[in-house]
């Protein structure tokens, strides 16, 4: 069982959740438009929620390695806590006041997503 809730980790789901409408820099042609579903070729929302939140993309064996910020299971806890409980245009609105703000700004997660973010960070398991 993990720790609740560390400040670093309200800036994590804050990345994550940049990452998603911005894209990764590895050239994703559109922004996604729904959820979509887990996928190990760092595609659609989840390869951007994945890449935020752990700092790497997946390998070639789907494998998240050498994690530069969280661990893997607690950020796919995140999509499916998300996926499950938050209608995607309200993730995709915070998503939006994340791109607008000015950097080092002071962004309050809504309660829908922060709820997700402290039951994950409880039990990485608590979505599957």
Do not use: H
Request: with cysteine; aromatic share 8%.
């Amino acid at each position: 069982m993990r720790s609740v809730p560390r400040p670093a980790r309200v800036l994590i789901v804050t990345v994550v959740a940049a990452m998603a409408l911005v894209g990764c820099t590895g050239g994703q042609a559109s922004q996604p438009k729904e959820y979509g579903s887990i996928n190990t070729e760092n595609e659609g929302y989840y390869g951007n929620l994945m890449f935020g939140c752990t700092g790497v993309e997946a390998n070639d064996d789907g494998k998240y390695v050498d994690v530069k910020l969280e661990d893997p299971d607690f950020c796919t806890c995140v999509f499916r806590g998300m996926k499950e409980t938050v209608p995607f245009s309200e993730a995709q609105e915070f998503d939006e006041q994340q791109a607008d703000a000015e950097e080092g700004a002071d962004i309050e997660l809504p309660p829908s997503i922060d709820k997700v973010r402290t039951t994950c960070a409880e039990n990485d398991g608590a979505y599957d």
